[in-house]
C-alpha cells in the first residue's frame, strides 16, 4: 500500500505525454512477466498437461468444482 501512495505523489507532477509513457512501459514489462511465468510453468510436461486440461475444462464447462463463499472460508 505504502508503494501505491508514494508513486501517485510522484505521478502528480508528471505531464501527461510521460504518464502514458509510463503506463505503456508497465503494461509491457506486464506481458512479459506473464510469458515469463507461462514458459516456466510449462517446463515440466505433466504440469503443462495439466494446465492445459484444466483450460479445456473451463473452455467447456466440464470437471468443474463450485464452491460457495461460505465454503471458501
Known sequence: MEAKIKEKAKLQDLSIEKY?????????????????????????????????????NVEHQTNLIELSLEEIE
Do not use: G, W
Open 20 to 56: 502514458i509513457e509510463i503506463l505503456i512501459e508497465k503494461e509491457i514489462e506486464s506481458i512479459v512477466s506473464e510469458v515469463d511465468e507461462t514458459a516456466y510453468l510449462f517446463k515440466s510436461e505433466a504440469n503443462k498437461n495439466r494446465l492445459l486440461n484444466a483450460v479445456e
